[in-house]
């Protein structure tokens, strides 16, 4: 129903900051919610931050170094991340659900790896 599309992953020295962003096949509009989730090695996926209309949720991990955003106009969702860590690696995922559908989409994921 919708294709997600990662990008903007790499790696990075803890501090530095890295911008995400998901690029969807259809507009953000007909999209419910969309999000951020990550998942590092052993662990379960998380949520990281997600939006639909009016609101926005962060995870208390974020910290308020991380900013979740949309263009309209490129149908796409952007992920600032600010001051990252080491405990911030992780495989960074894209998501929407749509209303009607009781599983969301995914894209196949960006990695993001802070390291010294």
């Known amino acids: 129903q919708v294709q997600l599309v990662e990008s903007g992953g790499g790696l990075v020295q803890p501090g530095d900051s890295l911008r995400l962003s998901c690029a969807a096949s259809r507009s953000l509009f007909s999209l419910h919610v969309m999000g951020w989730y990550r998942q590092a090695p052993g662990k379960e996926r998380e949520l990281v931050a997600s939006?639909?209309?009016?609101?926005?949720n962060y995870a208390d991990f974020v910290r308020g170094r991380f900013t979740i955003s949309r263009d309209n106009a490129k149908n796409t969702i952007s992920l600032q991340m600010n001051g990252l860590k080491s405990d911030d690696t992780a495989v960074y995922y894209c998501n929407a659900r749509i209303n009607g559908w009781s599983s969301p989409f995914w894209g196949r994921g960006t990695q993001v790896t802070v390291s010294s």
């Open positions: 939006m639909s209309t009016g609101s926005t």
